[in-house]
């Protein structure tokens, strides 16, 4: 079974920095693409980055890129996104995402299974 339980929301101000995890279990990351996607009221799901090894790739959204990190460890199975320099418009719902395949995807139809979610609110 799939599963993915995301943490390390919060509320921060401008300019600061959080780092969200994911705990994955019942996938590889060698195999698998792994996705952060973010979400705010009225708006669509918004992929922010994503790693697939079979792809060869690692993306980033332009809004995002330069200031967050994806990065995995997977002796503990777990995806990280660390987030630097965060700005008022990083204000939103982050999840943690996985499909099995070697193609990349940013559109959020495309993955099967989600994590719960994790509030992010940047304070200006």
């Known amino acids: 079974e799939v599963k993915l339980v995301e943490s390390g929301g919060g509320l921060v101000q401008a300019g600061g920095s959080l780092r969200l995890s994911c705990a994955t279990s019942?996938?590889?990351?060698?195999?698998?693409?792994i996705g952060w996607f973010r979400q705010v009221p009225g708006k669509k799901r918004e992929n922010i980055s994503r790693?697939?090894?079979?792809?060869?790739?690692?993306t980033y959204a332009d809004s995002v890129k330069g200031r967050f990190t994806i990065s995995t460890d997977d002796a503990k199975n777990m995806v990280f996104l660390q987030m630097n320099n965060l700005a008022p418009e990083d204000t939103a719902v982050y999840y943690c995402a996985a499909r099995g395949t070697k193609y990349t995807s940013s559109w959020y139809r495309d993955y099967d299974h989600w994590g719960q979610g994790t509030q992010v609110t940047v304070s200006s």
């Open positions: 790693i697939n090894r079979r792809a060869g790739a690692t």
């Open positions: 019942g996938f590889s990351f060698d195999a698998w693409e």
